[in-house]
């Protein structure tokens, strides 16, 4: 804090992956002691990730966090303490109806996996399916067929790619039904190999605005960090967006600031920042 003991912001809100977390799945150590130093100066942390409750709980527990966790990119806000759910959307009955349709058409190479009920589900066996479960510290539930889920209770679906142009090629697939207002689903490209299918207006965004007017936190008050496109109507909602040094370029454009790279300490460059 500065000698005058001024905090710039109540809450930091951070992504995980690339952003907090570098590639060993480890919290940056810097990150790590930079947080601790803000929420002994009062402040708050907020987690917004694209992870699930089990694959985000790890990450909250190190924090020491108390706070809400915004999951699923935005489409849940869950007490990760208590599980209790704060926000929720889900994929409507007739947009998981038609997705399981289009599930067919997509290129070899591109793996579904569905949330319901807090768990991952998949129909299939892969090598990107393996990485996946692997660095998200998930299991991944086999099911025999789509229509075993609850058709009204899927949070998302993620496609998982073997190559980064698939991403592209199940994009094509998905234009015509993302573009049908009645369908109501949000595409965010989270990493270079993953595309989400959300339910229509679930973003990390609106996810924040919701909890902030809920605490009773002005936007203004509030720094949000990110590295991916999933992370940038968060980063723009927040009184100082910042993006991650090595991040996505068109992260790193709308943001207000750019930080330091993941792996050099990007989250404790934004703390800095508002504790200066």
Known sequence: MSATGVRTAEWIVTDLDGTLVGRDLRIV???????????????????????????????YRELGLTTPAILYNGARIVDLSTGAVLYRRCLSAAAWARLTLLFDEMPDGVWPVAFSGGRAHTRSESAALAEYARRDRIGLARTGSWGELPFDEIIKVMLICDRPDLVDAAGTVLAGFASDAGTGVTLVRSEATYLEVLPAGATKGTALRELAALRGVPMDRIAAIGDNPNDLDMIQAAGLGAAVGDGDPGVRAAADVVVADCAAGAVADLVARVMA
């Open 29 to 59: 150590d810097a990150n790590l002691a930079a947080l601790r130093r803000f929420t002994g100066a009062g402040g708050s942390v907020v987690v917004a990730t694209g992870r699930s409750e089990e694959s985000a709980l790890p990450y």
